[in-house]
Protein backbone atom coordinates (compact mmCIF):
# COMPACT_ATOMS: atom_id res chain seq x y z
CA UNK A 1 0.00 0.00 0.00
CA UNK A 2 1.53 3.86 -0.79
CA UNK A 3 2.40 5.60 1.65
CA UNK A 4 -0.31 8.09 0.51
CA UNK A 5 -3.29 6.03 1.19
CA UNK A 6 -1.93 4.74 4.63
CA UNK A 7 -2.54 8.70 5.22
CA UNK A 8 -6.61 8.31 5.84
CA UNK A 9 -6.48 5.40 7.85
CA UNK A 10 -6.47 6.81 11.24
CA UNK A 11 -9.71 8.40 10.40
CA UNK A 12 -11.04 5.10 8.84
CA UNK A 13 -9.99 3.31 12.61
CA UNK A 14 -14.06 3.54 13.30
CA UNK A 15 -16.40 2.37 11.22
CA UNK A 16 -20.13 3.91 11.21
CA UNK A 17 -22.63 2.02 8.42
CA UNK A 18 -25.64 3.49 7.64
CA UNK A 19 -28.61 1.96 5.35
CA UNK A 20 -30.84 4.68 4.98
CA UNK A 21 -34.35 4.08 3.46
CA UNK A 22 -33.98 5.53 0.08
CA UNK A 23 -31.73 5.18 -3.03
CA UNK A 24 -31.39 5.95 -6.93
CA UNK A 25 -32.83 9.57 -6.56
CA UNK A 26 -31.05 12.87 -7.07
CA UNK A 27 -30.63 15.21 -3.58
CA UNK A 28 -32.87 18.73 -4.03
CA UNK A 29 -32.10 21.53 -2.13
CA UNK A 30 -35.23 23.55 -3.74
CA UNK A 31 -35.98 23.05 0.25
CA UNK A 32 -34.80 24.13 3.29
CA UNK A 33 -33.21 21.40 5.29
CA UNK A 34 -34.65 19.70 8.19
CA UNK A 35 -34.48 16.69 10.42
CA UNK A 36 -35.21 13.91 8.23
CA UNK A 37 -38.50 12.03 9.29
CA UNK A 38 -39.33 8.04 9.65
CA UNK A 39 -41.87 7.87 7.39
CA UNK A 40 -39.86 7.64 3.80
CA UNK A 41 -40.00 4.39 2.71
CA UNK A 42 -38.80 1.59 0.18
CA UNK A 43 -38.37 -1.94 -0.98
CA UNK A 44 -35.36 -3.38 0.71
CA UNK A 45 -33.79 -6.51 1.70
CA UNK A 46 -34.52 -7.72 5.06
CA UNK A 47 -32.03 -6.62 7.63
CA UNK A 48 -31.86 -8.18 11.14
CA UNK A 49 -29.21 -7.24 14.06
CA UNK A 50 -28.08 -10.76 13.29
CA UNK A 51 -27.41 -10.24 10.01
CA UNK A 52 -25.58 -7.22 10.81
CA UNK A 53 -23.33 -8.40 13.93
CA UNK A 54 -22.24 -11.14 11.01
CA UNK A 55 -20.99 -8.33 8.32
CA UNK A 56 -19.13 -6.30 11.27
CA UNK A 57 -17.57 -8.95 13.12
CA UNK A 58 -16.06 -10.13 9.58
CA UNK A 59 -15.42 -6.68 8.88
CA UNK A 60 -13.57 -5.70 11.57
CA UNK A 61 -11.36 -9.72 11.70
CA UNK A 62 -10.23 -8.85 7.75
CA UNK A 63 -9.26 -5.47 8.31
CA UNK A 64 -7.87 -5.33 11.53
CA UNK A 65 -10.57 -3.04 12.95
CA UNK A 66 -10.12 -2.56 16.57
CA UNK A 67 -13.40 -1.07 17.36
CA UNK A 68 -17.00 0.19 15.24
CA UNK A 69 -19.66 1.91 16.01
CA UNK A 70 -22.36 0.96 13.67
CA UNK A 71 -26.74 2.03 13.26
CA UNK A 72 -28.81 0.56 10.90
CA UNK A 73 -32.54 1.24 9.86
CA UNK A 74 -34.40 -0.01 6.51
CA UNK A 75 -37.74 2.47 6.18
CA UNK A 76 -37.46 4.52 9.35
CA UNK A 77 -37.31 1.52 11.50
CA UNK A 78 -33.72 1.03 13.79
CA UNK A 79 -32.55 -2.18 12.85
CA UNK A 80 -29.46 -1.78 15.18
CA UNK A 81 -27.62 0.82 17.15
CA UNK A 82 -24.20 -1.40 18.66
CA UNK A 83 -20.82 -0.31 19.52
CA UNK A 84 -17.85 -3.33 19.13
CA UNK A 85 -14.36 -3.74 20.61
CA UNK A 86 -12.61 -1.67 22.53
CA UNK A 87 -12.20 2.24 22.26
CA UNK A 88 -8.78 2.07 24.30
CA UNK A 89 -7.33 -1.04 25.67
CA UNK A 90 -9.80 -2.32 28.83
CA UNK A 91 -12.06 0.59 27.54
CA UNK A 92 -15.05 -0.63 25.90
CA UNK A 93 -16.68 1.53 22.42
CA UNK A 94 -19.77 2.92 22.88
CA UNK A 95 -22.30 4.48 20.74
CA UNK A 96 -22.10 7.78 22.08
CA UNK A 97 -18.62 8.33 21.60
CA UNK A 98 -17.15 10.98 18.84
CA UNK A 99 -15.03 10.37 16.15
CA UNK A 100 -14.07 12.32 12.97
CA UNK A 101 -16.43 12.45 9.91
CA UNK A 102 -13.79 13.13 7.48
CA UNK A 103 -14.74 13.08 3.93
CA UNK A 104 -18.92 13.08 4.96
CA UNK A 105 -18.18 16.94 5.34
CA UNK A 106 -18.03 17.37 1.32
CA UNK A 107 -21.17 16.52 1.27
CA UNK A 108 -22.19 19.20 3.41
CA UNK A 109 -19.88 22.42 1.82
CA UNK A 110 -21.36 20.81 -2.05
CA UNK A 111 -24.81 21.55 -0.20
CA UNK A 112 -24.07 24.79 1.01
CA UNK A 113 -22.53 25.66 -2.09
CA UNK A 114 -25.90 24.39 -3.98
CA UNK A 115 -28.30 26.45 -1.44
CA UNK A 116 -25.91 29.77 -2.54
CA UNK A 117 -26.78 28.57 -6.16
CA UNK A 118 -30.69 28.25 -5.90
CA UNK A 119 -30.15 31.60 -4.36
CA UNK A 120 -28.85 33.15 -7.02
CA UNK A 121 -25.51 34.57 -5.37
CA UNK A 122 -22.93 32.54 -7.30
CA UNK A 123 -23.62 29.82 -10.53
CA UNK A 124 -21.73 26.88 -10.60
CA UNK A 125 -19.68 28.20 -13.77
CA UNK A 126 -18.08 31.00 -12.24
CA UNK A 127 -14.51 30.96 -12.45
CA UNK A 128 -12.83 30.60 -8.51
CA UNK A 129 -10.68 33.86 -9.80
CA UNK A 130 -13.23 36.07 -9.12
CA UNK A 131 -13.10 35.66 -5.33
CA UNK A 132 -9.51 34.08 -5.06
CA UNK A 133 -7.45 36.71 -8.33
CA UNK A 134 -4.17 35.44 -6.83
CA UNK A 135 -4.98 31.37 -7.30
CA UNK A 136 -3.05 29.59 -9.71
CA UNK A 137 -5.47 28.58 -12.54
CA UNK A 138 -8.45 30.49 -11.10
CA UNK A 139 -9.59 32.00 -14.25
CA UNK A 140 -9.57 28.60 -15.42
CA UNK A 141 -11.57 26.39 -12.71
CA UNK A 142 -15.04 26.82 -11.65
CA UNK A 143 -17.03 26.58 -8.66
CA UNK A 144 -18.85 23.62 -10.24
CA UNK A 145 -15.33 21.95 -11.31
CA UNK A 146 -14.02 21.80 -7.95
CA UNK A 147 -17.55 20.66 -6.27
CA UNK A 148 -17.19 17.84 -9.05
CA UNK A 149 -13.49 17.52 -8.67
CA UNK A 150 -13.31 18.34 -12.34
CA UNK A 151 -10.79 20.69 -12.00
CA UNK A 152 -7.28 19.26 -12.55
CA UNK A 153 -5.85 20.33 -9.56
CA UNK A 154 -3.02 17.46 -8.06
CA UNK A 155 -4.32 16.28 -5.03
CA UNK A 156 -1.65 17.46 -2.29
CA UNK A 157 -2.00 14.14 -0.36
CA UNK A 158 -0.10 12.50 -3.21
CA UNK A 159 2.60 15.04 -2.99
CA UNK A 160 5.57 13.27 -0.96
CA UNK A 161 6.25 16.31 0.67
CA UNK A 162 3.15 16.76 2.48
CA UNK A 163 3.66 12.91 3.84
CA UNK A 164 7.16 13.58 4.86
CA UNK A 165 5.89 16.46 6.82
CA UNK A 166 3.33 14.39 8.28
CA UNK A 167 5.25 11.67 9.26
CA UNK A 168 7.90 13.89 10.76
CA UNK A 169 5.23 15.52 13.14
CA UNK A 170 1.43 14.01 12.62
CA UNK A 171 0.69 17.28 15.47
CA UNK A 172 1.53 19.63 12.96
CA UNK A 173 -1.20 22.41 11.85
CA UNK A 174 -1.31 22.48 8.41
CA UNK A 175 -3.46 26.08 6.89
CA UNK A 176 -5.37 26.17 3.33
CA UNK A 177 -2.74 28.06 2.22
CA UNK A 178 0.12 25.61 2.85
CA UNK A 179 -1.79 23.03 1.20
CA UNK A 180 -2.70 24.61 -1.78
CA UNK A 181 0.54 26.09 -2.42
CA UNK A 182 1.92 22.22 -1.92
CA UNK A 183 -0.83 21.42 -5.39
CA UNK A 184 -0.70 23.93 -7.37
CA UNK A 185 3.26 24.52 -7.66
CA UNK A 186 2.53 21.39 -9.65
CA UNK A 187 0.60 22.10 -13.30
CA UNK A 188 -3.37 20.95 -13.55
CA UNK A 189 -3.52 17.02 -14.44
CA UNK A 190 -5.68 17.87 -17.49
CA UNK A 191 -7.76 20.64 -19.08
CA UNK A 192 -10.54 21.86 -16.53
CA UNK A 193 -13.86 19.92 -17.19
CA UNK A 194 -12.35 17.20 -19.20
CA UNK A 195 -11.70 14.46 -16.27
CA UNK A 196 -12.05 13.76 -13.03
CA UNK A 197 -9.52 13.11 -10.15
CA UNK A 198 -10.39 13.11 -6.50
CA UNK A 199 -8.17 15.60 -5.06
CA UNK A 200 -8.64 17.20 -1.77
CA UNK A 201 -7.41 20.55 -2.91
CA UNK A 202 -10.68 21.55 -4.50
CA UNK A 203 -12.48 21.53 -1.13
CA UNK A 204 -9.50 23.76 0.28
CA UNK A 205 -10.04 26.02 -2.12
CA UNK A 206 -13.78 25.70 -2.56
CA UNK A 207 -14.12 26.46 1.19
CA UNK A 208 -11.81 29.89 0.90
CA UNK A 209 -14.35 30.92 -1.81
CA UNK A 210 -17.34 30.28 0.08
CA UNK A 211 -16.11 32.38 2.34
CA UNK A 212 -15.13 34.67 -0.17
CA UNK A 213 -18.73 35.21 -1.29
CA UNK A 214 -20.33 34.89 2.16
CA UNK A 215 -18.56 36.82 4.08
CA UNK A 216 -18.71 34.28 6.90
CA UNK A 217 -16.15 31.98 7.76
CA UNK A 218 -16.99 28.04 7.04
CA UNK A 219 -17.73 27.58 10.81
CA UNK A 220 -20.61 29.45 10.46
CA UNK A 221 -21.89 28.40 7.17
CA UNK A 222 -21.40 25.19 7.89
CA UNK A 223 -23.73 25.72 11.22
CA UNK A 224 -25.90 28.09 9.62
CA UNK A 225 -27.08 25.98 6.21
CA UNK A 226 -26.39 22.30 7.42
CA UNK A 227 -25.68 21.30 10.64
CA UNK A 228 -28.39 23.61 12.88
CA UNK A 229 -31.50 23.20 10.00
CA UNK A 230 -30.43 19.15 10.56
CA UNK A 231 -30.45 19.46 14.02
CA UNK A 232 -26.75 17.58 14.32
CA UNK A 233 -25.65 18.98 17.28
CA UNK A 234 -23.21 16.64 18.02
CA UNK A 235 -21.22 17.74 15.07
CA UNK A 236 -18.76 20.57 15.12
CA UNK A 237 -15.05 21.55 13.78
CA UNK A 238 -13.23 22.45 17.10
CA UNK A 239 -10.47 24.16 15.21
CA UNK A 240 -8.07 21.78 16.95
CA UNK A 241 -6.98 18.19 16.91
CA UNK A 242 -9.90 18.19 19.59
CA UNK A 243 -12.38 15.42 20.03
CA UNK A 244 -15.45 15.49 21.98
CA UNK A 245 -15.52 13.26 25.03
CA UNK A 246 -16.18 9.98 24.74
CA UNK A 247 -14.49 10.11 22.11
CA UNK A 248 -13.33 6.82 20.17
CA UNK A 249 -9.73 6.00 19.88
CA UNK A 250 -7.66 5.05 16.74
CA UNK A 251 -4.76 3.21 16.07
CA UNK A 252 -2.16 3.26 13.84
CA UNK A 253 1.03 1.65 12.51
CA UNK A 254 1.52 3.51 9.78
CA UNK A 255 4.92 5.36 10.77
CA UNK A 256 6.89 2.17 10.77
CA UNK A 257 8.85 2.91 7.78
CA UNK A 258 9.37 6.60 8.28
CA UNK A 259 10.34 5.99 11.74
CA UNK A 260 12.56 2.80 10.40
CA UNK A 261 10.96 0.49 12.99
CA UNK A 262 11.65 -2.81 12.30
CA UNK A 263 8.94 -5.30 11.15
CA UNK A 264 10.07 -7.57 13.71
CA UNK A 265 8.71 -5.72 16.71
CA UNK A 266 5.14 -4.46 17.42
CA UNK A 267 4.24 -1.19 16.90
CA UNK A 268 0.89 1.07 16.94
CA UNK A 269 -0.06 4.84 17.87
CA UNK A 270 -2.94 5.73 19.66
CA UNK A 271 -3.46 8.29 16.56
CA UNK A 272 -6.56 9.98 17.79
CA UNK A 273 -5.62 13.97 17.91
CA UNK A 274 -3.11 13.54 15.21
CA UNK A 275 -3.76 17.13 13.45
CA UNK A 276 -6.07 16.75 10.68
CA UNK A 277 -5.56 20.23 9.55
CA UNK A 278 -4.63 18.80 6.41
CA UNK A 279 -7.86 16.93 5.08
CA UNK A 280 -10.28 19.39 4.14
CA UNK A 281 -11.36 23.10 4.45
CA UNK A 282 -11.50 24.77 7.74
CA UNK A 283 -14.81 24.78 8.96
CA UNK A 284 -15.65 20.76 7.61
CA UNK A 285 -12.78 18.94 9.51
CA UNK A 286 -15.56 17.62 11.99
CA UNK A 287 -16.19 15.40 14.56
CA UNK A 288 -19.15 13.44 15.18
CA UNK A 289 -21.44 10.67 16.76
CA UNK A 290 -23.26 7.53 14.95
CA UNK A 291 -26.48 9.14 15.69
CA UNK A 292 -25.32 12.43 13.52
CA UNK A 293 -24.10 9.94 11.26
CA UNK A 294 -27.35 8.60 10.63
CA UNK A 295 -29.58 11.89 10.52
CA UNK A 296 -27.75 12.98 7.80
CA UNK A 297 -27.46 9.75 5.42
CA UNK A 298 -31.16 10.18 6.16
CA UNK A 299 -31.46 13.69 5.27
CA UNK A 300 -29.37 12.83 1.92
CA UNK A 301 -31.77 10.60 0.70
CA UNK A 302 -34.70 13.21 1.21
CA UNK A 303 -35.47 13.65 -2.66
CA UNK A 304 -37.93 13.95 -5.38
CA UNK A 305 -37.90 10.78 -7.93
Same mark, same amino acid.
Given at each position: MARRELLVTPLAAAVALVLVSAAGCQLSTQEPLSPPSASTS?? %???????? %??????????SQHLRAAIV????? +????????????????????????????????????????????? %????????????????? +?????? +???????? +????????PELTKLLYADPFRTFTPEDLIAISTKRPLLYRPGTNWNYAHTNYVILGLAMEKITG???????????????????TTDPGTPAITEPALHAYSSERRYALKIPASIPFTEDATYWNPSWTITHGAIQTTNIDDMHTSAVASARVSC
Open positions: MS %VAPASAAT %VDKVVNEVMAKVSVG +GREVITKAYGESMPGVPATTDMHLRNGAVAISYVSIALLQLVDEG %VVNLDDKVSRWLPDLPY +GDQVTL +GQLAQMTS +GYVDYVTAKPMTQIMQERVLGPLGLDN
